[in-house]
Nanobody, 117 residues
Framework: QVQLVESGGGLVQAGGSLRLSCAASRSIFSVSVMGWYRQAPGKQRDLVATITSSGSTNYADSVKGRFTISRDNAKNTVYLQMNSLKPEDTGVYYC???????????WGQGTQVTVSS
């Protein structure tokens, strides 16, 4: 059974930092593009950042220069380091895996990030 388990969310003041982690099943991690999405209250789920198995990254314009996505292939874990957080970064952050060359994708259960002004 494929699992994505997120951790690291919480409440932080504007300007602060948080690091999210997502531990993935070994069966898919090495063959997946891993990503983070977020969903603010009443809004759609939007892409935050993605990283390929070789380490190529992609970011939403709103987080460029503040967030960094990385992956530890030995630990089957993807991270999202979030710095200079803003209230508009508030939302539920979801880990996502897309198995390359397939239509298979998986979601974590989500972790809440709240940034107070």
């Amino acid at each position: 059974q494929v699992q994505l388990v997120e951790s690291g969310g919480g409440l932080v003041q504007a300007g602060g930092s948080l690091r999210l982690s997502c531990a993935a099943s070994r069966s898919i991690f090495s063959v997946s593009v891993m990503g983070w999405y977020r969903q603010a209250p009443g809004k759609q789920r939007d892409l935050v950042a993605t990283i390929t198995s070789s380490g190529s990254t992609n970011y939403a314009d709103s987080v460029k220069g503040r967030f960094t996505i990385s992956r530890d292939n030995a630990k089957n874990t993807v991270y999202l380091q979030m710095n200079s957080l803003k209230p508009e970064d508030t939302g539920v952050y979801y880990c996502h895996a897309h198995v390359v060359f397939t239509t298979l994708e998986y979601w974590g259960q989500g972790t809440q990030v709240t940034v107070s002004s």
